[in-house]
């Protein structure tokens, strides 16, 4: 099984809640963050948006660029993984004050800094190479098992800071989804 973040989920429902026209990527500074602004570049021109992003290094810059994108229509929110001197409890402070855009991600630790999250469930993962596991056993060849992706994904809010950015959501949604508290 082939680990992908949902990304494509994410953008679609991301576009019906804003009619975006621009959105912006904040990251870390990271190879793997230039990866994954990579994969979002690709899927959000096929959607016709334009997108900007920065990459920064340390926590002041990252809060900074978060208030500087709050005229895009909507921020992509990558990893913290990198950013020096991250403080999670200071940027939740900040983001309270300065929020007004819809923030997603496709991180769950980054939950506490977004309002939507598109996760991977890991037990996906552990559940397919059971089966596989016991399909080996069973006498099928390797070969004939395919390399698949994963498909599942949870769909996440962050109720205190929508309040604080005066984002409101579909009933529909925030009745399907977990809440990070």
């Known amino acids: 099984m082939v680990e ?6 994410m953008i679609k429902k991301s576009l019906e809640l804003t009619n975006a026209k621009t959105a912006f990527y904040l990251g870390a500074n990271t190879t793997t963050e230039k990866k994954n602004l990579k994969r979002f570049k690709e899927l959000v021109l096929q959607k016709g948006l334009k997108l900007n992003f920065k990459l920064v290094d340390n926590m002041k810059q990252w809060l900074a660029a978060y208030e500087e994108v709050q005229q895009s229509d909507l921020l992509i929110i990558g990893s913290y993984a990198g950013i020096s001197n991250w403080n999670q409890e200071h940027a939740v402070r900040k983001l309270r004050m300065i929020s007004r ?21 890991p037990e996906e993962q552990g559940e397919w190479a059971g089966k596989t596991a016991l399909a080996i056993l069973s006498g099928t060849e390797i070969s004939r098992i395919p390399v698949i992706a994963n498909r599942k994904w ?8 929508l309040k604080y950015a005066g984002v409101s959501l579909p009933a529909s949604l925030k009745k399907r989804a977990k809440r990070i508290e």
Do not use: C
């Open 101 to 121: 855009k819809l923030s997603v991600t496709s991180h769950e630790w980054m939950m506490p800094v977004s309002m939507l999250g598109f996760t991977k469930i």
């Open 154 to 161: 949870d769909l996440w809010i962050n109720p205190e800071l």
């Open 4 to 9: 992908v973040a949902p990304i494509r989920p």
